[in-house]
């Protein structure tokens, strides 16, 4: 019964692993029932090119090009594997500046999505989640501290909301990643706790949903996107979420789902959405997508594969071609440091029963 909306290739995303294929035949043999395919929307500029891109010998253009191939080769599997599991395809929007509104909105026009992730990345056409140096490069120009970057992202954020209207909002707090404090409640600062509840009610305004997105805890951070008290705001607004494991290869398909249950239930959600192709529209964008609610409870009993909580790494060297990943390999959750020595204690763990992966 598990569901992801959010996931990326290594076929058609440089930094993700594997092949489409077997991403989609990875969620299958976990027992998914729904798949969104969602990846990277291109870029227009070749100033926006990140550096495996620019080594691997990418333009704009070709990203272009890809972006194509990554379409039919969606709508291929999704009539491939139909009977095996629901598939939508989907795209993730990424917000540098204004002019990304006209991009995406004839990447909406042209292919005919099920469903769009709106995403912010960039925050003064800087990317705020690729490392440490970027991430800085952008503090600085909003003045030095995170409290203000934060301000300028959540700007960034209701820009891309106001001109997407996207139905699933992607990672609403990324940009809490590689900040000095990840865990930090946002709720510490005003100036950037009201524009968290502005843009929650935006969403609100339009129907739109947030993702449960476990990315944050393969990433090290103790709570998934977004933080409990900002799932908690959105919940007092009637606000709907659905769950996403935002893989970027098969060792990440439904990585942490266990957790995310824990997280749930903590928080007091209880229902999520799922979407479904069908008769009934829930967004007159998308036609024949609607949505279904399901029980956080029912998810939690239904998880018929180990590899719904945080993956073990087996002992020993693993042995894999480039480009592909092994089901059983992933880096360590907390410093995400692969195949090496983690430098954290084996004993700690969070409030989520969250296994510390490492040597």
Not at 70 to 90: D, F, H, M, P, T
Request: glycine share 8%; proline share 6%.
């Amino acid at each position: 019964m598990p569901f992801s909306h959010h996931s990326h290739s290594g076929q058609f995303c440089l930094h993700a692993k594997d092949d489409l294929e077997t991403i989609v035949r990875t969620a299958i043999s976990q027992g998914m029932e729904t798949l969104v395919l969602t990846e990277h929307m291109p870029r227009d500029q070749e100033t926006d090119l990140y550096p495996e891109e620019i080594a691997a010998g990418r333009t704009t253009d070709s990203l272009f090009e890809t972006f194509d191939e990554y379409y039919k080769e969606a709508r291929r599997l999704q009539s491939s594997y139909a009977l095996q599991i629901n598939i939508l395809v989907g795209v993730e929007t990424d917000w540098i500046r204004p002019s990304s509104e006209q991009i995406i909105g004839n990447l909406v026009k042209r292919y005919g999505f099920d469903t769009v992730i709106g995403s912010v990345h960039h925050v003064h056409g800087i990317p705020t989640d690729f490392d440490r140096e970027t991430y800085e490069r952008a503090r600085k120009i909003s003045g030095g501290t995170d409290e203000k970057l934060y301000a300028d992202y959540y700007d960034a954020q209701l820009k891309m909301l106001e001109a997407v209207r996207p139905p699933i909002v992607g990672h609403f707090d990324v940009i809490r990643l590689l900040s000095n404090d990840p865990d930090a409640s946002m709720k510490e600062h005003s100036v950037v706790w009201s524009r968290i509840l502005r843009n929650l009610s935006f969403i609100t305004s339009y129907s739109g949903m947030l993702e449960i997105n476990t990315a944050a805890l393969r990433k090290g951070m103790s709570e998934p996107y977004p933080q409990g008290k900002i799932c908690q705001e959105f919940l007092k607004m009637n606000g709907s979420f659905v769950l996403s494991d935002d893989s970027h290869g098969i060792g990440q398909v439904g990585y942490g789902f266990k957790q995310a249950v824990a997280f749930m239930d903590h928080i007091g959600l209880n229902t999520l959405m799922v979407l479904q192709r069908g008769l009934t529209t829930r967004d007159p964008r998308f036609p024949g997508v609607s949505g279904r609610p399901v029980s956080v409870k029912d998810l939690g009993k239904n998880q018929r594969s180990s590899r719904l909580s945080a993956p073990q790494r087996t002992a020993g060297p693993e042995s894999q071609t480039p480009g592909s990943s092994s089901i059983d390999e992933f880096p360590c959750d907390r410093c995400d440091e692969a195949k090496t020595s983690c430098p954290r204690s084996a004993s700690v763990s969070d409030p989520f029963g969250r296994p510390h992966i490492g040597q």
